[in-house]
């Protein structure tokens, strides 16, 4: 077997572009590096047994998410007792702003923070000259004395065109049979939300909160995607595809549109994320014309004024409810999600939530708490007012108001397989509108057998939305009444809950899957579907 530079080990919930793009950065250096996946706990033995295997010179941990930092962490200390006796090297969010929780496991050599491009390259040629390590920027290590030191970060660096792309090896994810790639065009956002890790990230070094790769370089990467890999649908995860001046984003947007059409690229779907105050009417259906633009992540996040302002989105309900009366009305999938919890949510913010899901019930939606993620603004006004707990990499706190307290352990218990796991019904329903989406988005509207399957689609989201806000209801009026003061009423009704929404929401994943068998078999038989897998002519 082969034996690399270097491994980078991350999630692979979709194609990781982090370890994808520093495996590139080690190739351009004329360096050997490959990928690895590590999708959680039960995965480390195998995984370090792959990697021990392979012995490379250093192994790369992309500590992207502050929940699973243990378990690189463990993934690092199965790797030592392997025998394993490279250099291992943590990076992403959580290296960058917890280098001393990092750097207290033993098995861990160092920590790189900020964009690691050309710092793990540094780092490559340096492994064994610890003389040349202060030179390297964001790296941190423990001294002789244990001591952890951890160099500043360079500023930004702007010229993103200049980074190595991810390296692209394997088969692409289909969804509908439609190869699916992720990409990114640009790096940080213009927003300055108090909850955000993404923000924090971009902000603890100096230099512009965001950045853009050209048009031309995203088209070029794109057509690359297209002709070579036959991807079909392409997915933005830059934190905001839009810009905040939206003559700015159809001027951006419609130049990358422009590239693909120089290069021959035919139908495709786009995927992007967006804030409210960046859409304004009429621009998502140009787009959806112009780019194929067919989903759009909207970062609604909280209903109320108060949870608004908390969180610190910067826009008011009003602008949220108008950019998802825009995709409604002009054709483009939104999706969100909310963080109903806050620190000083009251009950009434909570009843403001429910009024928003209840306008759009045919939109997806999924809700949860917002998390004091590390070096957060919420992280820093938690601890200095005394209400942050941390044990490790884990951070928590409690809601101050009583209410939203109870509201929010219910919610935790009641809701936790339907909301919380990856395959629960919130995340498969949105997964489900956008299948839908997908046939609607590629296929002539007269296609045999299309409009019923859409309706159904439609009927069946309206149905799980309802359920769902009807359970949260009434968790809300149990919160309000003399009950919640009795503990065993309290258990009672969480159980009596989670029961319904576990056994209802089983029964409608079944009828979802089902019309999800449907959607696949409809894209299978379709000329049209085949049309936009064939190859563009000439190629
Ligand atoms: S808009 Fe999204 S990415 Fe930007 S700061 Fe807010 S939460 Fe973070």
């Not at 006004?381 to 942050?388: E, S, Y």
Request: proline share 6%.
């Amino acid at each position: 077997m082969e034996r690399p530079d270097a491994i980078f080990v991350g999630a692979e919930l979709e194609d990781n572009l982090s370890t994808r793009t520093l495996a590139a950065a080690v190739r351009a250096a004329g360096r050997t590096a490959a990928t690895e996946r590590f999708d959680g706990a039960a995965d480390a033995a195998r995984v370090a047994g792959r990697i021990a295997a392979r012995d490379p010179a250093l192994v790369g941990l992309s500590m992207a998410f502050q929940h699973r930092a243990d378990e690189f962490v463990g993934l690092a200390t199965a790797l030592r007792a392997l025998g394993y006796r490279g250099h291992i090297c943590a990076g992403g969010h959580v290296a960058t702003v917890m280098p001393e929780t990092v750097l207290a496991a033993e098995p861990i050599d160092t920590v790189l923070g900020h964009e690691g491009e050309e710092g793990i390259v540094a780092l490559l040629r340096a492994l064994d000259d610890r003389a040349a390590w202060p030179a390297i920027p964001a790296l941190g290590w423990r001294g002789d004395d244990g001591a952890v030191r951890v160099n500043p970060p360079a500023p930004a660096r702007r010229d993103l065109d200049a980074f190595p792309l991810p390296v692209r090896e394997g088969t692409l994810r289909r969804h509908l049979g439609l190869p699916f790639v992720p990409l990114w065009g640009s790096r940080g956002c213009y927003g300055a939300c108090r909850f955000c890790a993404i923000s924090t990230f971009h902000r603890l070094r100096p230099g512009p909160r965001l950045r853009f790769r050209s048009p031309e370089s995203i088209a070029a990467e794109m057509a690359t995607l297209y002709h070579d890999h036959g991807a079909r649908i392409f997915c933005f995860h830059d934190e905001t595809m839009f810009l905040p001046r939206p003559a700015r984003t159809r001027e951006r947007l419609d130049a990358i549109a422009a590239g693909l059409r120089a290069r021959g690229v035919g139908r495709i779907a786009v995927v992007g994320k967006a804030r409210p105050d960046g859409i304004e009417p009429g621009l998502l259906g140009h787009l959806r014309e112009s780019l194929g633009l067919m989903r759009l992540y909207v970062g609604i996040e909280n209903w109320s004024a108060a949870g608004l302002e908390h969180l610190g989105r910067g826009v008011t309900a009003e602008q949220n409810a108008r950019a998802l009366e825009a995709c409604r009305a002009e054709g483009v999938y939104g999706c969100y999600n909310l963080l109903i919890f806050e620190p000083d949510t009251t009950l009434e913010d909570l009843e403001d939530n429910l009024r928003g899901m209840e306008r759009f019930p045919d939109i997806p939606v999924n809700f949860c708490r917002a998390e004091a993620y590390a070096g957060t603004p919420l992280w820093h006004d938690l601890r200095r007012a005394g209400r942050l707990r941390t044990e490790g990499f884990a951070t928590d706190y409690t809601l101050s108001d009583p209410k939203a307290r109870l509201v929010f352990r219910m919610v935790r218990e009641a809701f936790r397989d339907r909301n919380f796991a990856a395959d629960g019904l919130a995340n498969m329903t949105m997964s489900f509108g956008y299948e839908r989406q997908l046939l609607r988005h590629f296929l002539p509207a007269g296609e045999r057998g299309l409009a019923e399957l859409v309706r159904e689609v439609d009927a069946l989201i309206l149905e799980i939305n309802a359920d769902t806000r009807d359970k949260l209801a009434r968790i809300l009026r149990f919160a309000r009444s003399p009950a919640a003061a009795d503990p065993a009423a309290v258990a009672a009704t969480t159980f009596e809950l989670a029961t319904e929404i576990n056994v209802g929401g089983a029964a409608l994943q079944e009828r979802l899957i089902d019309l999800r068998r449907e959607m696949n078999l409809l894209a299978e038989r379709s000329g049209a579907w085949r049309e936009v897998l064939a190859p563009a002519p000439g190629r």
